[in-house]
C-alpha cells in the first residue's frame, strides 16, 4: 500500500485530504467485514451447538485478525514507521507502562484459555459460584463470562476471578439442568410423610421430570434427603431435574408453591423466627 500513500500525498490539497479519509473508511470497513466473516465461520463451525472452546476462540480469532489488520493497515502508510519508532522504539519506560497496564487484560485471556481448555462448565450449563452468583451460562469472551442469572439479568465475571472460585455445576456432561433445594420443617415432623410430601410435589410439577438414576440405573425423581439440624428446623433437600429450555427461576417458583401448599395440607409444620414482646 506504499505506492497508494505516495500517490495521494502526491495530490493538490484538498484532495488528498478527502482521500486519506476515503482510505480510513474503507479500511474500517475492511477491519469490520473481516472480524463479522470470522464470526460467520464459527458460527457455521458451532450450528448445532457452540461450546466453550469454540465460543472462545471465536473471540481470540476475531482480535488477533483487527489487531494484525490494523498494524499492517497503518504500517503501510509513509512516514508510519517513523512514528513507530518514536513510540515503541525500545524504550523501557514505554514497554513497562503497557506491561503494567496489560497485566489484568492477559491474566483474563489465559484464565479464559484455562477455562475452555479444560471445560469445568460449558454453555447452557447451570453453575453456583462461591459467592452465590447462580445462573446459566451464555458466553465467554477475551475477559469475561456471561452468566443469565434470575429474571434474565446477566453477571459479567472477569475469566481470571472465575478460574480461581470453587463452583457446582448442575448440568456437568448432562443434557437437562438440575437445581438443589431446601425446605424447613419442624423438629416433630414424621420424617417418612415429610419425604413423601415433598417428592409427590416435586412430581407433580410440569417443570420436573425422573433425571435421577437409582443405583439399579432405573430413571426416578430424586430421593428428598434429611440433610442438618438448624437452630428451630430439620433441613430437606431434593434436586429438582428440569429441561434446558425452562427457566431456573420459573421451576423454582413452582416448585416452592407447592412443595409449601403440601406441607400445609399434610399438617407438617413449616417453622419460621418470631419474637414475643412481653409487657411489664
Known amino acids: 500500500m506504499k505506492w497508494l500513500s505516495k500517490l495521494i500525498n502526491d495530490l493538490p490539497a484538498p484532495w488528498n485530504v478527502f482521500s486519506w479519509i476515503a482510505v480510513t473508511v474503507v479500511s474500517c470497513f475492511i477491519i469490520w467485514g473481516t472480524a463479522k466473516l470470522i464470526r460467520l465461520i464459527f458460527r457455521g463451525i458451532g450450528k448445532k451447538k457452540k461450546g466453550l472452546h469454540l465460543a472462545f476462540f471465536e473471540n481470540v480469532a476475531v482480535g488477533a485478525a483487527v489487531i494484525a489488520l490494523v498494524i499492517v493497515i497503518i504500517s503501510s502508510f509513509s512516514g508510519a514507521g517513523a512514528v513507530w519508532q518514536s513510540l515503541l522504539g525500545g524504550t523501557a519506560i514505554v514497554?513497562?507502562?503497557?506491561?503494567?497496564?496489560?497485566?489484568?487484560?492477559?491474566?483474563?485471556?489465559l484464565a479464559g484459555l484455562m477455562i475452555s481448555l479444560h471445560r469445568p462448565f460449558d454453555?447452557?450449563?447451570?453453575?453456583v459460584l462461591d459467592d452465590g452468583t447462580a445462573g446459566i451460562v451464555?458466553?465467554?469472551?477475551?475477559r469475561h463470562v456471561v452468566i443469565r442469572t434470575t429474571h434474565s439479568f446477566r453477571a459479567v465475571i472477569p475469566n481470571s476471578k472465575i478460574n480461581a472460585m470453587r463452583l457446582m455445576n448442575y448440568s456437568y456432561e448432562r443434557r437437562d439442568r438440575a437445581v438443589d433445594m431446601r425446605f424447613a420443617v419442624g423438629y416433630d415432623s414424621d420424617m417418612d410423610l415429610v419425604k413423601k410430601t415433598i417428592r409427590d410435589a416435586v412430581g407433580e410439577s410440569p417443570y420436573s421430570?425422573?433425571?435421577?438414576?437409582?443405583?439399579?440405573?432405573?430413571?426416578?425423581y430424586a430421593p428428598v434427603l434429611f440433610r442438618e439440624f438448624a437452630d428451630s428446623a430439620l433441613?430437606?433437600?431434593?434436586?429438582?431435574?428440569?429441561?434446558?429450555?425452562?427457566?431456573?427461576?420459573?421451576?423454582v417458583d413452582d416448585i416452592n408453591t407447592r412443595v409449601r401448599e403440601a406441607l400445609?395440607?399434610?399438617?407438617?409444620?413449616i417453622p419460621y423466627n418470631y419474637i414475643n414482646v412481653v409487657e411489664k
Open 95 to 109: 514497554s513497562a507502562v503497557l506491561a503494567f497496564a496489560a497485566q489484568d487484560v492477559i491474566k483474563d485471556i
Open 138 to 142: 451464555e458466553n465467554i469472551t477475551l
Open 235 to 251: 433441613i430437606m433437600t431434593v434436586a429438582v431435574y428440569y429441561k434446558r429450555g425452562n427457566p431456573t427461576e420459573l421451576v
Open 123 to 127: 454453555i447452557g450449563d447451570r453453575i
Open 264 to 269: 400445609i395440607s399434610a399438617g407438617i409444620e
Open 209 to 220: 421430570y425422573p433425571g435421577y438414576k437409582d443405583p439399579q440405573g432405573k430413571l426416578d
